[in-house]
Nanobody, 123 residues
């Protein structure tokens, strides 16, 4: 499965963006999905995940209450709705998938990665 993240851009603090992760070459319906983000010189950090049965989600403490992960299996797509954005949310955002039923915050739990999309939040 190939993943492609999109929807990034420049937004003012307090604004919103919705990121999209589109899959090709396979189905996401039985894959768990996650979003990570990375800033220059730092490790890739966990943002959110949704298990393939969609019965469980997990969020990093820094985004709880502001970000929402969701999926549309019919469209083979996952989303990250980001509200009340802050300058510290500025990063390249990556989507990832796993054949396991997981919401792990660890990178090695996710075996397929898409290219990132840049999110920049101005103060």
């Amino acid at each position: 499965v190939q993943l492609q993240a999109s929807g990034g851009g420049l937004v003012q603090a307090g604004g919103s963006l919705r990121l999209t992760c589109a899959a090709s070459g396979g189905t996401l319906s039985r894959s768990s999905l996650a979003w990570f983000r990375q800033t220059p010189g730092k490790e890739r950090d966990f943002v959110a995940a949704i298990r393939w049965r969609a019965s469980m989600t997990s969020y990093a403490d820094s985004v709880k209450g502001r970000f929402t992960i969701s999926r549309d299996n019919a469209k083979n797509t996952a989303y990250l709705q980001m509200n009340n954005l802050k300058p510290e949310d500025t990063a390249v955002y990556y989507c990832a998938s796993s054949a396991m039923s997981t919401v792990s915050p660890l990178q090695y739990a996710w075996n397929s990665w898409g290219q990132g999309t840049q999110v920049t939040v101005s103060s």
